[in-house]
């Protein structure tokens, strides 16, 4: 019995050992990652008070060093050297010295091309958005391209869906690409009843073990949608019937744009992208790209970002048009979680004497992130930024609007994981048209908002500032 337990002890012993080198390896292994500081102190911090957990999660969430063999860019390097890459360069706008820095950077960093000649519809609810949609679909002659991060099981989903089979039954090609993390409630059945129909269906990165792990963390979470190369769409909004109907607290209040003139080029090529990395097929027939004449004054460029590259293409287009104003910045975004650069532009603007406003929601879906975020509002007004608070519903919409001459509208949050995880894909718009549209949107939802006034906000209780802080170590992995 005693040599029992002595072998217990010392077994105990071992795995103690084994667990506290695994622990201290995987702290070394993040730190000689060399990344962002913030992000390599967030995992220190969670593998010390939380080892278990934190290497729970850092073994589902934090490795990078195989998203390059997940993710290959094969597909967008190919259509690049495709002829057809330079069949739109020729419709494209000349990018030129003389024009904007932050179109330049677009075009060197992102490969995207300027198009002008377009013309927009914005729509700011569910049923807005529904109706041009099933309008577009219905006039198509020769393709429907649709990608969502979540295209739920619901009556907006299977309404969409029939309208998707009834046109592929009449000898219209439709591509339906979705993410496999955002429709992981989605039943198989709701997909094959597509493939029936005779539409091609296709998961971004499907995660499934035992290779969970390495996909789970990098998330397809662009909003596109193409009809025979003409029409296309971009923004927030996802197809489920809380778009549409709200939630618990009030309404749902998002922005989605429908863009016609040869920016969809734009939108097509990324959706042709995404579907070359899920069904290693190379598409880019002139069938569709169709030669299409000006219908509008918009001058714009469909951006991408993703976690692959070297550039955080979209969260540095966003810090250079934020630096670049000199009147007024208007921001309506869902997550407030910003990198230390974005950070430091929004309160260096304010405190320049620009009118910097940013809006999030008063309640949000995730509460955590929520938290998150209510911790980078007190330095923000002490820098002069005005923070509202949308109280009507939940507000997920993305856009800025910077001195009534850019604006920017798509898939991408003011947060960590939208900067430097996700897919994402944003129209970035310069010309005054588009601007005092979005413009027009924010300052009309800001009726429905609260200003919050400093000196209020810093006497919340304490135990909730508390929260906010612990909370605002770890946003680099929320």
């Given at each position: 019995?005693?040599?029992?337990?002595?072998?217990?002890?010392?077994?105990?012993?071992?795995?103690?050992?084994?667990?506290?080198?695994?622990?201290?390896?995987?702290?070394?292994?993040?730190?000689?990652?060399?990344?962002?500081?913030?992000?390599?102190?967030?995992?220190?911090?969670?593998?010390?008070?939380?080892?278990?957990?934190?290497?729970?999660?850092?073994?589902?969430?934090?490795?990078?060093?195989?998203?390059?063999?997940?993710?290959?860019?094969?597909?967008?390097?190919?259509?690049?050297?495709?002829?057809?890459?330079?069949?739109?360069?020729?419709?494209?706008?000349?990018?030129?010295?003389?024009?904007?820095?932050?179109?330049r950077f677009c075009h060197q960093v992102n490969g995207s091309l300027p198009f002008d000649g377009n013309s927009i519809q914005v729509y700011s609810d569910g049923y807005a958005m529904l109706a041009a949609v099933l309008k577009s679909i219905s006039q198509a002659k020769h393709h429907?391209?649709?990608?969502?991060?979540?295209?739920?099981?619901?009556?907006?989903?299977?309404?969409?869906?029939?309208?998707?089979?009834?046109?592929?039954?009449?000898?219209?090609?439709?591509?339906?690409?979705?993410?496999?993390?955002?429709?992981?409630?989605?039943?198989?059945?709701?997909?094959?009843?597509?493939?029936?129909?005779?539409?091609?269906?296709?998961?971004?990165l499907k995660v499934r073990f035992p290779r969970f792990t390495s996909k789970v963390n990098y998330r397809n979470h662009r909003k596109v949608i193409v009809i025979d190369g003409k029409v296309g769409f971009i923004g927030g909004m996802n197809i489920a019937l809380r778009y549409l109907k709200g939630v618990s607290w009030g309404i749902w209040k998002d922005t989605f744009?429908?863009?016609?003139?040869?920016?969809?080029?734009?939108?097509?090529?990324?959706?042709?992208?995404?579907?070359?990395?899920?069904?290693?097929?190379?598409?880019?027939?002139?069938?569709?790209?169709?030669?299409?004449?000006?219908?509008?004054?918009?001058?714009?460029?469909i951006v991408t970002s993703d976690p692959i590259g070297k550039w955080h293409d979209i969260m540095q287009g966003l810090l250079l048009a934020i630096t670049s104003a000199v009147r007024s910045i208007y921001i309506q975004t869902p997550y407030l979680l910003p990198t230390e650069p974005v950070l430091l532009a929004l309160k260096t603007a304010a405190l320049s004497g620009i009118d910097v406003r940013v809006m999030i929601p008063y309640k949000a879906d995730a509460k955590l992130v929520h938290w998150g975020t209510k911790s980078y509002l007190d330095e923000l007004m002490e820098a002069g930024v005005k923070i509202y608070l949308y109280k009507k519903g939940f507000l997920h919409s993305k856009l800025m609007v910077c001195d009534d001459a850019f604006s920017t509208i798509g898939s991408t949050n003011m947060d960590f994981r939208s900067f430097e995880h996700n897919f994402e894909i944003n129209a970035f718009m310069y010309d005054c048209t588009s601007a005092l549209i979005l413009k027009e949107i924010f300052l009309s939802d800001q009726k429905d908002a609260e200003l919050l006034h400093l000196k209020e906000w810093r006497m919340r209780p304490w135990y909730q500032k508390v929260m906010e802080s612990v909370i605002r170590l770890f946003a680099p992995l929320l």
């Open positions: 019995m005693i040599v029992w337990g002595l072998f217990d002890n010392v077994f105990s012993t071992v795995i103690s050992l084994i667990f506290l080198f695994t622990v201290v390896s995987t702290i070394i292994v993040i730190i000689m990652d060399n990344r962002n500081p913030f992000k390599t102190l967030s995992w220190v911090m969670v593998l010390v008070f939380l080892p278990v957990l934190g290497l729970v999660l850092y073994y589902f969430f934090g490795r990078d060093t195989r998203k390059e063999k997940l993710i290959s860019r094969k597909g967008f390097e190919r259509l690049s050297k495709h002829p057809m890459h330079e069949f739109q360069r020729q419709k494209s706008l000349l990018v030129s010295e003389g024009q904007s820095q932050l179109m429907i391209h649709i990608q969502f991060y979540i295209f739920e099981d619901d009556a907006v989903g299977h309404l969409v869906r029939d309208a998707l089979m009834d046109k592929a039954r009449e000898g219209v090609e439709v591509r339906v690409l979705y993410d496999d993390v955002g429709c992981w409630k989605v039943s198989h059945l709701f997909y094959d009843e597509m493939r029936e129909a005779g539409i091609e269906v296709r998961g971004f744009m429908q863009v016609d003139g040869r920016a969809v080029y734009g939108l097509q090529t990324a959706f042709l992208t995404d579907w070359y990395a899920t069904d290693h097929s190379l598409i880019t027939s002139s069938a569709y790209f169709p030669e299409m004449d000006a219908y509008g004054d918009s001058l714009m460029q």
